[in-house]
């Protein structure tokens, strides 16, 4: 099993700057991809960014030039920093992770909230 725990969210004006962290605990060795996801009401939870345990990454679109995904294999951390912020990009953003046998872990969500 897995554990994720998100911090980070909070409320930023339109093109202010967040930064997302996640900590992963458990049985650490599962985990191959770590990524978010965002969700908002009546909407499917959709990717933002993923990045595997080799460093390979993958972006939503939308969020191209803007957000920036790191992680930290040792600990291990994902961090997810958001510049240039829309109020589109509000929603509850959650941590991933994926295990080599294509299970996903989920943590509980962080709620940011961009102001126009």
């Known amino acids: 099993q897995v554990q994720l725990v998100e911090s980070g969210g909070g409320l930023v004006q339109a093109g202010g700057s967040l930064r997302l962290s996640c900590g992963a605990s458990g049985d650490i060795r599962l985990i191959n991809v770590m990524g978010w996801y965002r969700q908002t009401p009546g909407n499917e939870r959709e990717k933002v960014a993923q990045?595997?345990?080799?460093?390979?990454?993958d972006y939503n679109d939308s969020v191209k030039d803007r957000f920036t995904i790191s992680r930290d294999n040792d600990k291990p951390r994902v961090y997810l920093q958001m510049n240039s912020l829309k109020p589109e990009d509000t929603a509850v953003y959650y941590c991933?992770?994926?295990?080599?046998?294509?299970?996903?872990?989920w943590g509980q969500g962080t709620q940011v909230t961009v102001s126009s």
């Open positions: 990045i595997t345990s080799r460093g390979n990454i």
């Open positions: 991933s992770a994926t295990s080599w046998a294509m299970r996903n872990y």
